[in-house]
């Protein structure tokens, strides 16, 4: 067809030309790969401002809505605002200011929220630690990062890792209550580092992603998630994982309520449980628990308006299986490795719209961009197999302190 005369067309223009280096695509293709099948792009600079200082809106907003709440523990905007406001006072005092990184070696719990929360009101990036991670990642962790300042709690402030940071305990210091509960209303830039999270070094060395404001913003303020479903929304990754971005940073940001689950490695079975009583209307499941609970409770999902999975091919009989017993529910497949900041696509799939054989990845989220690049990082056609490269507003600064792995990795 019309490929093969242009590749014709080419060659006889220039015989020499590699054939490799010939464009066969028409400029209606091209526009198509470049614009109609990428994300939308936002008015203005939407992700523009800081992790900090969008809560700070929400608060004004919403000071008396609920925030978070974790078993017994229960918190408005407001209250949650000044628990953060004192720690980050004091951990301005431990000399935490623009970048410093604060290892945070905590259960999930309300604590948790508020000790990152509480990073960023100071300035710092958080880099979390699995309390379950082998002592020797967890020492590679510290090390890599240099982290001033550890926080953790009387429960794991004995962890052997090994290193030179200030230790803050976050439910044994003296005088935090005293703290000044007013904003400490340091100066910040969308481009600052928020965390550093780790990969999980499948593929060799762990390796530190540096995720800035602009990214976190971009992420929760995407229009994936109008519409009101994250109305309340499920923590119950861990702090390490990078699902957790998601879990705390678009209720909170988006004035809804983060339910913190319980501690510790969950069963399935309590999973379940937890979506159906707590009332859970958002939240992001692996695919191999979006499948299992698919299987076994479908029915949990009853009262959900939308459910993510990915990380994995989700399959498609799971899901509608899912659609069946909860036909309410909104299912998406996002894709996205960590330093994309936890999504670069989606795939919403209703009842009504049915579900198709193979999942897709979907379309890039506001602002993102996907291309299918050659080995000459030149545009394929339609069809035609290569490698994904993802560009846009979610993408990491790069791989912290690693500027080898950042240029072999990062495209300029």
């Not at 919403?62 to 978070?68: E, K, M, R």
């Not at 003296?174 to 340091?186: F, I, K, M, N, T």
Request: glycine letters at 10%; a negative charge; charged letters at 25%.
């Amino acid at each position: 067809g019309g490929r093969l005369l242009r590749l014709l067309e080419a060659v006889a223009e220039d015989p020499h030309r590699p054939v490799g280096r010939v464009d066969v695509l028409a400029a209606g293709e091209r526009e198509r790969l470049l614009t109609e099948w990428n994300g939308a792009v936002s008015p203005g600079d939407r992700a523009a401002g800081t992790v900090q200082g969008r809560f700070a809106e929400q608060v004004a907003r919403t000071p008396d809505a609920v925030a978070l709440t974790a078993g017994d523990v229960r918190l408005t905007y407001r209250e949650l605002d000044e628990r953060a406001n004192r720690l980050a006072h004091r951990l301005i005092a431990l000399g935490v200011g623009p970048e410093t990184r604060v290892a945070v070696l905590l259960e999930r719990s309300a604590e948790s929220v508020v000790s990152v929360l509480a990073v960023l009101k100071a300035g710092g990036a958080y880099v979390p630690l699995d309390p379950r991670y082998p002592l020797a990642r967890l020492r590679l962790i510290m090390s890599q990062t240099a982290a001033a300042v550890l926080l953790t709690d009387r429960a794991l402030r004995d962890t052997d890792i090994q290193h030179e940071a200030r230790i803050l305990v976050v439910d044994d210091t003296p005088g935090l209550a005293d703290e000044s509960a007013a904003d400490p209303a340091v100066a910040g830039h969308p481009e600052q580092l928020a965390y550093i999270m780790y990969t999980s070094g499948s593929t060799g060395v762990p390796k530190g992603v540096g995720i800035t404001h602009r990214d976190v913003v971009a992420l929760a303020l995407d229009s994936s998630w109008d519409g009101g479903n994250q109305e309340r929304v499920l923590l119950h990754s861990p702090q390490a994982f990078d699902a957790s971005t998601y879990e705390t940073w678009v209720p909170l940001l988006r004035g809804g309520r983060i339910v913190v689950a319980p501690p510790g490695e969950l069963d399935v079975r309590d999973l379940a449980r937890i979506i159906a009583e707590e009332g859970i209307t958002g939240l992001w499941l692996t695919a191999g628990l979006f499948r299992i609970i698919a299987e076994e409770w479908p029915e949990c999902f009853a009262h959900v308006r939308e459910v993510w999975s990915g990380g994995d091919v989700v399959p498609s009989a799971s899901v509608r299986r899912v659609l069946e017993a909860a036909p309410g529910v909104v299912v998406g497949d996002g894709y996205g490795p960590t330093e994309t900041t936890t999504f670069a696509t989606r795939h919403l799939m209703r009842a009504e719209g049915g579900v198709p054989e193979t999942v897709p990845i979907g379309r890039p989220l506001d602002d993102m961009r996907l291309y299918v690049l050659d080995d000459g990082l030149r545009l394929v056609p339609p069809g035609v197999a290569g490698e994904l490269y993802i560009a846009g507003a979610g993408l990491a600064r790069g791989y912290v302190d690693r500027p080898g792995a950042t240029a072999e990795r990062f495209v300029i």
